[in-house]
């Protein structure tokens, strides 16, 4: 199961339900798929063919949504 947080600008944001425990989102695109940690800081976990560009487009986009994601992690993966 991998659950999606939310959509935006042809971006998909998602977790993988049987994952590591350290808070991240996933991200899928057209042009390639990521993988970004949320804690302790922002920052690029994995790319797979996304452009720099790109992934300064999805940090930016994580960084605007960070309250949803921490908030759908947290629901998802209750303590």
């Not at 989102?25 to 798929?33: I, K, L, P, Q, R």
């Not at 063919?49 to 759908?72: K, P």
């Amino acid at each position: 199961m991998s659950p999606t947080v939310f959509r935006e600008r042809g971006y998909r944001f998602y977790f993988f339900s049987r994952e590591e425990s350290r808070m991240h989102v996933h991200v899928y695109h057209a042009d390639g798929e990521a993988k970004f940690w949320i804690e302790p800081t922002i920052e690029l976990a994995q790319n797979f063919g996304l452009s720099a560009q790109e992934l300064r487009e999805t940090e930016n986009l994580i960084r605007s949504h960070e309250q949803e994601i921490r908030n759908a992690w947290n629901k998802h993966f209750p303590s």
